[in-house]
């Protein structure tokens, strides 16, 4: 993982720099604070990037000001994070015997060549084919699901890419109504009502770029910070979802699993 992609929020689309001279206030520092999401909508992450600030002796308003800008999902693609194979496997351990599954990608996505060739090496190691859709428009997910159903398709993936994450209300939706059993990325899709998420913490990731903020604000050079694989990652299942769907998650997903909505 390169520095560009460990501050972009592992694919979040969040990046968190200091500014040189543009703080509100008159003599502190500013730091820009980029998402292309909404702030209603992650408020809990912007939480934890303040308690990452606090840590170091930061607090937004006294010693640093921040300035945010939300572009609604309309950015440009950054590298998201890639932990497919593992999300296949939950996938597979949830549906066994569907011979086939399905996996919706973005095509212009950065990540997603590489994605590729780990899905169906993965794919051939469960003895489970998947069917990707490409999608890039809401008319591409409405035709892909349509497609789901119509073929009876076991179950489905769901690329971690920002395109899919400010979609997060409408997949939800589409895979209840559908009873589409589905793996998605983030805790966010399961707490939205999603079945089973796995992925990097987003809190700990926005947590850990305030650090570094932090880190640059006391004077510290970036190309001296040392690169940071992601560490925390979790198992999020949706027992609602699960009953709303007809699925019985399987025990050792259970006992594996980091948070349980009841």
């Known amino acids: 993982m390169d520095r560009r992609a460990f501050m972009s929020l592992l694919g979040t689309a969040a990046c968190a720099l200091p500014l040189a001279a543009r703080a509100q206030q008159p003599g502190i520092p500013a730091i820009g604070f980029l998402n292309s999401g909404s702030a209603?909508?992650?408020?809990?992450?912007?939480?934890?990037f303040k308690e990452g600030l606090n840590e170091l002796g930061y607090a937004e308003g006294k010693n640093v000001a921040i300035e945010y800008?939300?572009?609604?999902?309309?950015?440009?693609?950054?590298?998201?994070?890639?932990?497919t194979p593992k999300r296949q496997e939950l996938l597979?351990?949830?549906v066994p015997?569907?011979?086939l599954v399905a996996m919706l990608m973005n095509p212009s996505a950065a990540q997603t060549p590489s994605e590729l060739r780990d899905v169906q090496a993965a794919a051939d190691k469960l003895g489970q084919q998947v069917r990707i859709f490409n999608v890039s428009t809401d008319r591409d997910i409405d035709a892909a699901f349509a497609t789901i159903v119509d073929q009876r398709i076991g179950g489905l993936l769901v690329q971690t890419d920002q395109f899919f994450t400010v979609r997060r209300d409408q997949l939800v939706l589409l895979t209840t109504r559908h009873?589409?059993?589905?793996?998605?990325?983030w805790r966010e899709f399961a707490v939205a009502g999603g079945l089973i998420s796995y992925g990097t913490s987003l809190r700990a990731a926005y947590r850990q770029v305030a650090l570094y903020a932090a880190r640059i604000l006391k004077g510290e050079k970036?190309?001296?910070?040392p690169v940071q694989q992601a560490t925390a990652f979790e198992t999020v299942v949706n027992l609602k979802a699960a009953r709303a769907l007809g699925v019985t998650i399987p025990t050792g997903i259970l006992l594996r699993a980091d948070e349980v909505i009841e």
């Not at 209603?40 to 934890?48: D, I, P, R, S, T």
């Not at 970036?222 to 910070?225: F, I, T, V």
Request: charged share 20%; net charge negative; proline share 10%.
């Open 40 to 48: 209603a909508e992650w408020a809990h992450l912007v939480a934890a």
């Open 69 to 83: 800008r939300w572009t609604q999902g309309e950015n440009e693609r950054l590298p998201a994070e890639v932990l």
């Open 92 to 94: 597979h351990d949830l």
């Open 97 to 99: 015997t569907a011979p």
């Open 179 to 185: 009873g589409i059993p589905t793996v998605f990325g």
């Open 222 to 225: 970036p190309a001296d910070l």
